[in-house]
């Protein structure tokens, strides 16, 4: 059986629906999906230890089933550059999430790679009542939240479809390079979804799938947040 499919088994068995961050992200490397590299750490020693081996800088995230939407919680700290930002960040988020839901399980920290800043995009999927899986992309930010700047497409998709998803929005100007940003790697963008499509396809207990964002850059792009929801 695929990774991806023990994971998804695993938090059924636990009663849960959400993936936590890291189960979510574990599913999408499996896809080939790229995403930054994690750790998840339960103590201020090991989040220490484990961002030399990740290298610095990096972020800090609550691991909790109780909190979805992390940064609402306080639960996100990026760009740490010591260790000691390390420590102050770990006590930080532990002290907000408490504020936040005193009664928040905690399953750990973790520990990632903080990507260079670039373009947001958005790149989703849900499994619709009438259409069964459908593959979503938007850039980040207004464009989807205030804009409804979104293209969706039944799943399975075409590389085609895929570029066809991409060119067609009315922010798509945005990426292919303007005023100091570089074009965005379009490949790299279609590899994402087309693997989006596939995981949904295969793992039909899916109802939710949101990486947001997923930072486009010249060369590649790389997965920040993975959220998937089951059914
Ligand atoms: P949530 O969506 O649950 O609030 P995210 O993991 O998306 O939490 O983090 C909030 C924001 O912090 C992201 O939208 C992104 O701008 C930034 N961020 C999170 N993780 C990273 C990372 N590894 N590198 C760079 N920026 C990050
Ligand atoms: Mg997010």
């Known amino acids: ?3 991806s499919q023990k994971i998804i088994n695993q938090v059924k068995r636990e009663g849960r629906l959400v ?9 999408c490397m499996d896809y080939g999906i790229p995403v930054t590299r994690f750790k998840v750490a339960s103590s201020v020693a090991e989040a220490a230890q484990y961002a030399v081996e990740i290298g610095y800088p990096v972020v800090l995230k609550i691991v909790s089933p109780d909190v979805i939407h992390k940064s609402d919680a306080g639960g996100v700290m990026v760009n740490l ?3 000691a930002d390390v420590q102050n960040a770990y006590q930080k988020i532990l002290e907000n999430v408490k504020n936040y839901n005193a009664n928040a399980k905690i399953v750990g920290i973790l ?3 903080m990507a260079p800043q670039s373009t947001e995009t958005i790149v989703g999927a849900i499994k619709d009542p009438q ?5 979503m992309f938007g850039l980040g930010g207004i464009f989807v939240e205030v804009l409804k700047d979104v293209s969706f497409r039944i799943a399975p998709i075409t590389a085609d479809d895929a570029k066809e998803m991409i060119t067609q929005l009315k ?3 945005l990426l292919t390079g303007f005023r100091n940003t570089p074009p965005a790697d379009i490949d790299a963008l279609v590899a994402i979804l087309l693997s989006v499509s596939r995981l949904v396809m295969e793992n039909p207990e899916i109802k939710e799938l949101d990486l947001n964002p997923v930072l486009a850059y010249q060369k590649g792009a790389k997965t920040v947040d993975a959220r998937i929801i089951l059914e």
């Open 19 to 27: 993936l936590l961050e890291p189960e979510a992200k574990q599913v």
């Open 81 to 83: 550059q010591t260790a």
């Open 1 to 3: 059986m695929r990774l």
């Open 111 to 113: 520990v990632q790679e």
């Open 171 to 173: 922010a798509y100007p």
């Open 131 to 135: 259409f069964g899986q459908t593959v």
